[in-house]
């Protein structure tokens, strides 16, 4: 007989979504299994098939969870009525916010993302494309000529995002540097360089 859907099945997935994500981080997609996400979440191996057919499953949910949600965040920055260098100063600090809130995700889809299924990463891929055009439109906004080639409008977009992606392998958010100031230099950077 199958087991019955409980009334809390989405928080459920959430929880051990989570729990996966921060095993992922701290010892790599490899080297975790499906056990160990189950002990962490004091679930049975069973009980961790009834919410994710594999480990697997549980990354693709994970990393399209995650890319999905920066997407919603950047289309509501770059769809607003905000000036253009405003959009800018939003659109860092909400990813910056973004990646240290969902740090484990963020890391997992930077470290583990090439163990998706083939659909899988081609659908975070797409995400992850749409976000460079949505940060480009945003370059074009501050400075059409500047950005009139698809090519530098590219170019800059995966720079600022390359800066971005990786800031918390350096960043402390405890230390002297709060988000918000550290968002506000990385803007600035980007809207003046450094001279």
């Not at 600090?93 to 583990?112: G, I, M, N, Q, S």
């Not at 749409?130 to 977009?157: C, I, Y």
Request: some cysteine; charged content about 25%; overall charge positive.
């Amino acid at each position: 007989m199958a087991r019955t859907r409980s009334e809390n099945f989405d928080d459920i997935k959430l929880e051990m979504l989570a729990t996966a994500a921060h095993l992922f981080a701290q010892k790599g997609f490899k080297n975790t299994n499906i056990i160990d996400i189950g002990v962490a979440c004091n679930a049975s191996k069973s009980r961790m098939y009834h919410y994710f057919p594999s480990k697997e499953a549980m990354l693709e949910a994970m990393l399209i969870r995650h890319v999905n949600g920066l997407l919603t965040i950047a289309r509501h920055i770059t769809e607003s009525k905000l000036q253009p260098e405003e959009k800018l100063r939003q659109f860092v600090l909400a990813h910056l916010k973004y990646y240290f809130e969902a740090r484990d995700p963020h890391k997992v889809l930077l470290a583990d993302a090439e163990y998706l299924p083939e659909a899988a990463l081609d659908e975070v891929r797409r995400a992850e494309r749409r976000l460079v055009q949505q940060l480009g439109a945003l370059l074009k906004e501050l400075n059409k000529t500047k950005f009139a080639s698809r090519l530098d409008t590219s170019a800059h977009a995966m720079l600022i995002y390359g800066m971005l992606n990786w800031t918390y392998t350096w960043y402390e958010p405890k230390g002297k540097l709060n988000l918000a100031t550290l968002a506000r230099k990385a803007a600035d950077l980007c809207l003046h360089g450094l001279l």
